[in-house]
């Protein structure tokens, strides 16, 4: 008992070649990834994109084709679930309704022979650490989402598990108490410290939750990256296109540079002649340019089609000379909205080198 | 022009203008409940026919003696006689090991049963519910024929060597018990397999990644879980037994005396409709009890109607 307390080292986790099919459909294709120990991983993809697939064979419910899964040293992709010893929170917290909310958490201690009087200690105190004291008398059926939330979570932990897994555990909360939890399941991460996978579709909880993000479509791994570098610089059409807003203008290199509409553009990182480009233009790095142009900014002249107030922040729709729409959005300053162009007025949209990033069409 | 009749109207029918309509609208409520009260009232009109005057006349005549006035004589009968005592510890006997061992058949196969995928359970399930679409007496005497001295089941096991001597299967308790759980299986794997069905597989999973193994996982999450339908499925069981008539009157060859058995003598044999009113009686009573009692014990309203939920 002793020696489960003490083991609390956050454990790496090595996924290797693992593949997984269901019919004609490669659920994984060949999918290897690395994971630090102690690392807060999001995978993060569209539905059917094959991360809980991922998720379910790191947990031992589904089982890959072939593929190889260790934690630490271990290999346990022949481990059924019962002998891996990881946290687990389902999508729909899957409590036990005939439980109340302090058995359901000392289930795994139960499971594991933990002493009565040490096991009631334990519980409060994982019921503590998601302020939730004094509830484990409750029935399950008394609790909010968001308390049932916290219970699966101290279910999870109290056996202190070297990993723990997430099956988008905040899709079925409101959306206020699911950007608060957001927070803090990261705080809670930081102090727990154990090797958290985290599943979700939401790509904006991916960035505010993440240190490394594995985007994942059609069983692949897109990239894998920091948030910030996979929002500034995504590896691919898919990534770009799935990870914040975004319009793409055609672009022709030719001799190392890109030119859009016959116009040089300033880029942070020229593009190898090789393959066809995008430009990504999201829409909260366009400025509206007036009267001289800032140094180091491509400039896109356009006329104004639509013009919309969304509270925290106005969204325009600018029409470019090949009718491609471009999306811009920005903060509602007072200054700023005062000198907004209006609709069918000619407008000259600006974006920093910087944020000028081509985005190859291979691999996509 | 609009202000003033509205004026108007709220001064003629005395209304605070604050509360525009509020007379109105609390006639309409009314009227509402009083058509869907009227819409019930057919069925509630033939449940009173049907029900609730037969068994209150049941109850009326049970106190009449043979002379048309008011008594307990055959009430006084039940304590006194030991075939009646006798009688009501058979017909608890049967429903009791009916019931018993239709759990130990029907919990394992509603089991298997939610375990088959969509297709397959179907089918399974078309062979659990056949015995329902054929005549009980059909069934009783088929099995009378499987059972018997020379029937099938003894001819057969005597070829094969399982036994030398015909066991004696039929007109005994033994042959009554195959002939009632035969027919009240269904009523058990019915509701175990519907309180099967609910359960989130993601329960199992879940105790399963917390550390348990299979059957740990079977028997602290899916078997309770799955106990409300066990419950309502033995009780509908029980108290189907306690009045059954057709299969312990055939298989029970005279040996087996249910309570129902004994009211049908009483109105054929001896045309005592007073004695066969106070059996009857004493059953729903005994039934009723029972209902009351198991609900009582097992929160049987949170049982049938919460679902397990």
């Known amino acids: ?64 084709d072939h593929g190889s899964v260790k934690f630490g040293d271990r290999e346990v992709v ?62 399950i059926d008394q609790l909010s989402g968001g308390q049932k939330q916290r219970v699966a979570l101290a279910r999870a932990i109290v056996f202190e598990p070297r990993i723990l897994l997430m099956d988008e555990p905040l899709s079925a909360l409101d959306k206020k108490l699911r950007e608060h939890m957001q927070i803090e399941l990261r705080h809670l991460h930081d102090k727990l410290g154990m090797t958290t996978v985290y599943v979700t579709h939401d790509q904006r909880e991916a960035l505010t939750m993440s240190d490394r993000i594995a985007v994942i479509n059609h069983g692949k791994l897109m990239q894998l990256d920091k948030p910030r570098q996979i929002y500034d610089f995504p590896s691919n059409k898919f990534v770009a296109d ?61 006329t104004v089609s639509d013009l ?38 000619s407008v000259t949209l600006g974006l920093h080198k910087d944020d000028t990033v081509l985005i190859s069409d291979a691999g996509a | 022009m609009s202000t003033a009749d509205t004026v108007i109207v709220n001064a003629s029918s005395g209304e605070d203008a604050d509360r525009p309509h509020a007379e109105g609208l609390k006639q309409d409520a009314f009227l509402e409940r009083l058509r869907l009260f009227g819409l019930c009232s057919p069925a509630l009109l033939l449940v009173l026919v049907i029900m609730v005057l037969p068994v209150t006349w049941l109850f009326y005549i049970s106190f009449l003696s043979d002379e048309g006035t008011f008594s307990l004589e055959h009430y006084q ?39 088959l995928p969509r297709r397959a359970a179907a089918i399974c399930m078309i062979t659990v519910l056949l015995p329902f679409w054929t005549s009980l007496l059909v069934r009783t005497y088929a099995w009378l024929v499987l059972l018997q001295r020379k029937g099938i089941l003894n001819t057969w096991a005597i070829d094969l060597g399982l036994w030398d001597e015909p066991l004696k299967l039929v007109h005994n308790l033994s042959g009554t018990l195959i002939g009632m759980v035969h027919i009240m299986l269904p009523f058990l794997v019915l509701p175990v397999y519907g309180s099967m069905k609910v359960i989130d597989n993601d329960y199992l999973k879940a105790a399963s990644n917390l550390g348990a193994t299979p059957a740990q996982a079977f028997r602290q999450v899916f078997l309770p879980l799955s106990m409300p339908g066990l419950f309502a499925g033995a009780l509908i069981v029980f108290v189907l037994c306690l009045g059954f008539f057709v299969t312990p009157a055939v298989l029970g060859g005279g040996k087996i005396i249910m309570v129902s058995m004994r009211i049908t003598d009483n109105i054929e044999l001896f045309f005592n409709w007073g004695a066969a009113s106070a059996l009857g009686v004493v059953l729903l009573a005994l039934t009723m009890g029972i209902l009351y009692a198991s609900s009582r014990l097992l929160k049987l309203d949170r049982i049938l109607g919460g679902g397990g939920h």
Not at chain 1, 52 to 58: K, R, S
Not at chain 1, 85 to 106: C, E, I, S
């Open chain 2, 77 to 115: 009968r039940m304590i006194d006689s030991k075939s009646y005592t006798r009688i009501f510890l058979t017909t608890f006997k049967v429903s009791i090991l009916t019931t018993f061992i239709c759990v130990i058949i029907g919990y394992p196969l509603a089991y298997f049963l939610s375990q």
């Open chain 1, 78 to 139: 022949r481990t059924p679930p019962h002998k891996r010893d990881v946290g687990m929170v389902f999508q729909n917290y899957a409590l036990f309704p005939h439980m109340t909310v302090a058995a359901n958490v000392g289930f795994p201690l139960k499971l594991r022979g933990v002493a009565s009087a040490e096991m009631a200690d334990r519980v409060e105190g994982a019921l503590e650490t998601v302020q939730l004291g004094g509830y484990g008398a409750r029935r």
């Open chain 1, 308 to 345: 919309v107030f969304q509270g925290e922040a106005f969204l325009m729709y600018a029409t470019l000379s090949d009718g491609t729409n471009v999306a811009v959005r920005g903060s509602t300053l007072r200054d700023t909205m005062a000198n907004l162009p209006t609709v069918g007025s």
């Open chain 1, 242 to 302: 799935f990870i914040g807003e975004s319009t793409f203008l055609p672009v022709e290199v030719t001799g190392g540079k890109a030119s859009y509409n016959g116009t040089q553009l300033k880029t942070a990182i020229n593009p190898s002649s090789a393959a066809s480009y995008d430009l990504l233009m999201r829409p909260e790095r366009v400025s509206l340019v007036n009267g001289r142009t800032p140094r180091d900014t491509n400039v896109f002249k356009g």
């Open chain 1, 1 to 64: 008992m002793n020696e489960n307390r003490q083991r609390g080292e956050a454990l790496p986790i090595f996924i290797s070649n693992t593949t997984k099919t269901y019919g004609d459909v490669f659920a994984l294709d060949s999918v290897s990834l690395d994971i630090k120990s102690g690392e807060f991983m999001t995978l993060l993809g569209p539905s059917g994109s094959g991360k809980t697939t991922l998720l379910m064979v790191l947990a031992g419910f589904t089982r890959p």
